[in-house]
């Protein structure tokens, strides 16, 4: 999948977003400024999130209130410590995780989630998923089919 420009990264993360429900998991990743925030601002729009969403580089951990709470995080700076932070309480939590850099702390990652590598192309990005387990399997079909009724 492509994404041109900044406005349809953000769309397709909105198409994504109606998709989530309580306890799906995100996995972003991606060279530093590839569109993982980008990405997740779409998201936030498609969970009704009004809220300015910014990367949580610095905080670890933001949260934001919509049809679905959402966790945004980035994990870079705490992946030699994965257990500086309770990932549990979020992941297992009322909303959605979507986690920056996941792929660093992979083996605290749970047994399903939405993973999406976001790549720099001359002129865009490339989107490549990877679903892990069947609730995200039955989400990228969801998405796909909602793509593909879209274009």
């Known amino acids: ?17 109606k998709l989530l429900e309580k306890q799906d998991v995100i996995i ?12 997740t601002k779409g998201l936030a729009r498609g969970l009704g999130i009004k809220q300015m969403i910014k990367s949580p580089t610095y905080t670890i951990v933001r949260e934001y209130e ?3 709470p959402l966790y945004h995080m980035d ?19 009322e909303g959605v995780t979507v986690i920056e850099w996941g792929e660093l702390i992979a083996s605290n990652l749970p047994d399903g989630y939405l993973k999406l590598f976001i790549r720099k ?3 865009g990005r490339k989107l490549e998923f990877e679903a892990v387990g069947a ?17």
């Open 1 to 17: 999948m492509i994404s041109h420009n900044e406005t349809e990264l953000m769309a397709l993360g909105e198409q994504l977003g």
């Open 66 to 68: 919509g049809r679905l």
């Open 121 to 123: 192309l001359e002129d």
């Open 135 to 151: 609730r995200a399997e039955a989400l990228l079909a969801a998405f796909e089919e909602v793509r593909t009724t879209d274009d």
């Open 75 to 93: 994990v870079y700076r705490i992946g030699n410590d994965p257990d500086s932070i309770d990932l549990d309480d979020f992941i297992y939590g």
């Open 28 to 39: 972003l990743s991606g060279d530093l400024g590839a569109g993982k925030t980008t990405f």
